[in-house]
């Protein structure tokens, strides 16, 4: 496990958490490279698919990241990310999945040291939890469906 | 024009299929009159040996309903995808797992356990489970192997069409028949006998503004007849789910299950099904959310019904 590099894909909105993500960089903030970055234009756009289809084809964790409530840049879509995730996270954990492998997060464009204290712990977290095999809560001996 | 050579086999199946197939009514006589049957179990008295000596390609279409959950099962599928010209894929089952894949939310083992000695209807003191080889005095006895996956035919054979359906209903049953007949058929891969659009598109319930407050079971309530189901707190799937059926579900006023399957271009029917939920609870807060969620028993059951061998996450299974 100790060679073990998390792969993890990172969903984040346009207007606030890719921004939060740009000020960590240009700030030089450190934070692992594990996370791949999809941009995109709200968090409200995140479709439970893209998160199964990414644990599905090798993605050891997620992370949805939008701005806080209240400050959607089309007012109400981050309510959607909001209402969605405890669901998702439902049937995830039917479905076998350590619910701990996704995470969603309100960051703004001005949180870049929050963005990048956010990416640090998230992949320590998913170190910790070793690669994603579909089934592991059952193989754990865990009660599941 | 030849007789068209048909064979209807039913594997991991409840019957349903094979019932929906004889409710074409008198239109049966016809299908008799267009087709001879070669192998069909539930009605005919074929043997499977019978099919084994035919020469490959000798059946021109097989409608194939159940799912592959032995191997028996995958047997039989390989046998008939040999002998078919045209394999068609018919009813849930076939086509994504249907009501028997919802085991593979449990693993094999747990499965076995439960069914053989844990039921409280069960009397197993030796702790008896069912072996592939079996010895015995007068030789070995052999019974197929339980899979630890319930597979959809395209997992283990190569399909030409969907039907999907629990079951798929008459008329389609008889339009598709006609389709083939004819030859009037699509490219090979297409679902046929269903609609591209949702059944909400066809549904004639009166739609308004969704926000759902709270959630029912359907035997908490008995909802208006004209209203959208949805809309009254029952979880309908029609949003995400194939047209074509001809909504009985919905006229009986019972909430769409999903049956019909996914549309096309949406690789996960349920979770299409959340993305959809989470836009119309009426909640500002994680604490409402929750609150309300918790007025459904079970999300992975309701939402992948008839589609767990298809899912992107397959449960316990790998
Ligand atoms: S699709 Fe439905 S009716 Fe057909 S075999 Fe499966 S459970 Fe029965
Ligand atoms: S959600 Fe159900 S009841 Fe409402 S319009 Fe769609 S199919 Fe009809």
Known sequence: ?145 | MAKLKLAIYWAAACGGCDVAVLDVHEKILDIADAADILLWPVATDHKYADVEKMAPGSIDVCLFNGAVRNSENEHIAKMLREKSKVMVAFGSCAVSGGIPALANFKRREDILQRVYMDTPSTVNPEQVLPVTDCPVPEGVLHLPEFFGFVHSLNQVVEVDYYVPGCPPTAERIWEVVQAIATGNLPAAGATVGALDKSLCDECPREKSNKKIKRFYRSHEIIPDPQQCLLEQGLLCMGPVTRGGCGGQCISANMPCRGCYGPLPGVLDQGAKYISSIGAIIDARTPEEVKKILAGIADPAGTFYRFGMSTALLKGANR
């Open chain 1, 1 to 145: 496990m100790n060679n073990f590099e998390p792969k993890i894909i990172g969903f984040l909105c346009n207007w606030c958490s890719y921004a939060g993500a740009d000020l960590a960089g240009v700030s030089r903030l450190q934070y692992p490279a594990n996370l791949r970055v999809v941009r995109v234009m709200c968090s409200g756009r995140v479709d439970p698919t893209f998160v199964f289809k990414a644990l599905d084809v090798g993605a050891d964790g997620v992370l949805i990241a939008g701005c806080h409530p209240g400050d959607c840049h089309y007012s109400d879509g981050n309510y959607n990310t909001m209402r969605r995730y405890p669901l998702m996270l439902q049937v995830l954990e039917q479905m076998g999945v350590d619910k701990r492998r996704v995470r969603l997060e309100w960051v703004s464009a001005a949180e870049g040291p929050q963005f990048a204290k956010i990416v640090n712990e998230f992949t320590e977290q998913i170190r910790r939890l070793g690669p994603f095999k579909k089934g592991e809560l059952a193989e754990r001996g865990a009660k599941v469906g």
